[in-house]
């Protein structure tokens, strides 16, 4: 069989290594068999101007030359891309994938094919790729010299001062005028320079990929994005232009857009000699004719316009690749055209699953390295990171790290994640750092969010005051969650640096889960000298369940330092909390404090003696821990006032945050700083949530022990004590979750003004695909009691959520409607005055939201009425659900938005909305309170998936999430995992694991192994995780957490 023969180029302009998959094919498919034979050499014009020849058979397929272009340029997005060629008649025609190249073009030798963008998607985000979007802008950049990409001045200007930051970096108004009088970017350039010029210095501190994403952002809401003009008339001669786009047929006059026939809208497309003809489907408000008739200029003409026609509504529209038609046996009619290659779904299902290799590419105009070429900085002398891991990489900066150490760069594509203060140091004040640090907002927040990979943790201290930067979508800087960073390449990684498996090293928002995990002073420890310093603890199982309150009571006392100590400290700098909010806060934490501590201690001591650590252990009198904790138990009582004076603090902290901008700047300041692991009031509710805790433990120690031992009356006693009073604070605890979940749902979401009313329970979040008429769209929805929010992720510097519309639950009705719109696992929600059609990832994930939305119209049903109207800025749209399918739901305006936002909030780019929206799954608030109930810390040994020791990790469990700290003497969490999408399982034999008491926690392409020290732990952790990995049915749910009112 042939192969293709690329002739020798200097061919790193825009890819480096040649051994990247196929584009154009599903993951694990092999290419398309070449035809031997004579080989023909066709000359390809990039993007960046640059030529390539290509030799391919001359009986091979148009797919055989466009994958041998993509796998040059390692570009695995590569459907977006086509070939265009003017043909015999001088026509410029698109190369068909699966006619032979020799039958299209005619005379090679004489004919250069232009490799450019095909299709443009309705949304940039959608491009996971920075060298895809790095070629788009490129495309944006040829069409605005070449005058199709009509615009205004300013948004020329705009443009154009974006191009330029790319190409030569930050401002320098000398260096703008000498680059824009050698390089002209538009025609009429010299009378914008001044304005591109100004726009220019607004850009400092952006990168290349940054630039990129701006200029797409921009370019993508002109009129004539992607659009290629195809001149016809229509049915009185008047002169019109045709176009297809990703949403349908469009018509123009001029520049000027006058018609739009959505796909939603066109039954049937075809073509009868010179005329191209539109069958629409019947609409009774239409005062369009069944069918449309246009004249082009020729035949041709008319069958090159309706062949690209089907390929973007296939492209655009369709889940896979048409099947081909069988051929007649007589006689054929019509045109057997199909639609060749991969959908827009297919392309973003294999780039999220992770099935490619990240590679480096060069910007050919660029004088700033690309973040994929970005040549790490020498390392430190003790760095023990190899040589050839080094020659490229880029760094997630983050301050607070405290031990310095060298960097590393992962092999294939992955980068290095180094501590702050070392890549503070290295990174200095120049433009070529990662863009993941970015925390300023312009719109580019949304930047090709890959569902499956890490949440950044690393976030800068405020002390350190920084230049506003542009926002990149990186999760830097949210306080709640980060996943965890690995060394997928084996061995031992340096100090203080971690290599992350998937981490997008191509996008600017670093991909939503990676951040600094830093490694033991000493690195992990070989398996057997870890053994062998492995201590003898008792084997009882009682013993076990003591240590577990240990250990938890380690975390609950770091936890409460976080209101008693650090908020207080921040508190006291400040004059912004009003007397009386800091004499409700304080007075009723501090003593919890002090009589914690004591508790820890001896707890501590009781552990030691039961470990033998004296010669009590010989008599036994102290291999039990009933008796302290019913002491204990019967002294929290004496605390419960202070204990009733939590949810009054909540609350009085919300309403003083709502009436002082002083306060609320000086929370959310707090919450960005790493002691704040999670959210501010969440912390307010732990004293409530550690009684549970205790309640557990104890029942598990009266379950474990048989009557007739010593310490069962004790643990009995203790029980009884504790579940009284679990019992009197139960109401308040239901009361203040809900009321904390709406608050904390309140900062993620743009355009709403009441969200938290007495009466309004949170029930589910989650993420659905919309049906609309540019197909199935992510969105995020909101259940409650009373209404359904829908939402898309906005461009914003706090990356939250825009609302699009509600739906009343009152009158809903709910119904499957696969059949009716040919889509898996598809809702049509029929609310009284608006209609919308939903689509869940799988089937279980459509029951759960059936499930809840079938409970809450029957509790809308219930109440006194409709829910009041309150959404801000977004009015819903009442529409029948034939015009919502065609409604274009544009996110134009997401970065323009702010009318319910009246200050930019702070970024929240990893909270628990965001991880659901990434790994396109949902959470109820039944799991919110399973979540609850399920706390677990202690010490784990963790193993990468190639690499060869454990390294011991103080670990804690809460809010679906593991933080990991070096030691539990840390005061913040050094990284964390996001464990909602993840499946818990045991390795098996092939893994080669041959330790006991492992567990593995596998998502997509991510597998990081767990390891216990007990059989009691090991059940315990596979417990607590199994909660947060397997969503709780409402069948399932705990009766005492059946409401949730507020």
Known sequence: MGEI??????????????????????????????????????????????????????????????????????LVEGDYFGLEFPDHKKITVWLDLLKPIVKQIRRPKHVVVKFVVKFFPPDHTQLQEELTRYLFALQVKQDLAQGRLACNDNSAALLISHIVQSEIGDFDEASDREHLAKNKYIPQQDALE??????????????????????????????????????????????????????GILVFQGFTKINAFNWAKVRKLSFKRKRFLIKLRPDVNSSYQDTLEFLMASRDFCKSFWKICVEHHAFFRLFEEPKPKPKPVLFSRGSSFRFSGRTQKQVLDYVKEGGHKKVQFERKHSKIHSIRSLATQPSEPNSEVPKQAQQSGSLTLGEGSEPPGGQSCPQGGDLATASAEDAERQRGPGPSRSPAGSTKGDGASAAAAEE?????????????????????????????????????????????????PNLSPDTKQASPLVSPLLNDQSGPRAEDEDDGRRKRFPTDKAYFIAKEVSTTERTYLKDLEVITSWFQSTVSKEDSMPESLKSLIFPNFEPLHKFHTN???????????????????????????????????????????????????????????RGSRRLESLCRDFELQKVCYLPLNTFLLRPLHRLMHYKQVLERLCKHYPPSHSDFRDCRAALAEITEMVAQL??????????????????????????????????????????????????????????????????????????HGQLPLYGMTMEESEEEWGVPHCLTLRGQRQSIVVAASSRPEMDKWVEDIQMAIDLAEKSSGPA???????PPDNKSPEEAAGD????????????????????????MVHVCWHRNTSVSMVDFSVAVENQLSGNLLRKFKNSNGWQKLWVVFTN?????????????????????????????????IHKDYVFKLHFKSHVYYFRAESEYTFERWMEVIRSATSSASRAHAPSHKESHVY
């Open 730 to 803: 139960h109401g308040t605890m239901i009361k203040m979750e809900n009321f904390q979940k709406l608050h904390e749902l309140k900062k993620d979401l743009i355009g709403v003004d009441n969200l938290v009313i007495p009466g309004r329970e949170f029930i589910r979040l989650g993420s659905l695909s919309k049906l609309s008429g540019k197909g199935l769209q992510q969105r995020m929805f909101f259940l409650f009691n009373d209404v359904l929010l829908y939402t898309s992720r906005g461009l914003t510097a706090s990356n939250q959520f825009k609302v």
């Open 194 to 247: 001044d304005k591109i010029v100004e726009f220019h210095h607004n850009h400092i501190g952006q990168t290349p990929a940054e630039s990129d994403f701006q200029l797409l952002e921009i370019a993508r809401k002109l009129e004539m994005y992607g659009v290629r003009l195809h001149p016809a008339k229509d049915r009185e001669g008047t002169k019109i232009n045709l176009a297809v786009a990703n949403t």
């Open 960 to 992: 679906f999430c593991l933080f990991f700290y070096k030691s539990h003497q840390d005061n913040h969490p050094l990284a964390s995992l996001p464990l909602l999408g993840y499946s818990l399982t045991i390795p098996s034999e092939s893994e080669d």
């Open 5 to 74: 023969e690329q002739r020798p180029t200097p061919g790193s302009r825009l890819g480096a290594p040649e051994n990247s998959g196929i584009s154009t094919l599903e993951h694990g498919q092999k290419p398309p068999p070449t035809p031997s034979g004579k080989l023909m050499s066709i000359k390809i014009q990039m993007l960046d101007d640059t030529q390539e020849a290509f030799e391919v058979p001359q009986r091979a397929p148009g797919k055989v030359l466009l994958d041998a272009v993509c796998n040059h340029l390692n």
């Open 452 to 500: 499956d990979e890490e949440l950044v943790k690393d976030r800068p201290q405020q002390s350190r005051p920084r230049p506003p930067q542009p926002s990149t979508g990186s999760l830097t800087g949210s306080p709640h969650l980060s996943e965890l960073s690995i060394n997928s390449q084996g061995g031992t990684a340096p100090t203080n640096a971690i290599l992350s």
């Open 888 to 911: 274009q739901e544009s996110e134009d305006d997401l970065s323009a938005s702010r009318t319910s936002l009246e200050r930019q909030a702070p970024h929240r780019g990893n909270t």
């Open 599 to 657: 508790f820890l201690k001896e707890i501590e001591q009781r552990l030691a003696l039961w470990e033998g650590r004296s010669n009590a252990h010989i008599r036994g009198d102290y291999q039990r821990i009933g008796d302290v904790m019913l002491k204990n138990i019967q002294g929290m009582k004496q605390l419960a006032a202070h204990l009733w004076k939590h949810s009054e603090a909540l609350e009085a902290l919300e309403t003083g945050i």
């Open 868 to 874: 009041p109207e309150f959404l801000a800025s977004s």
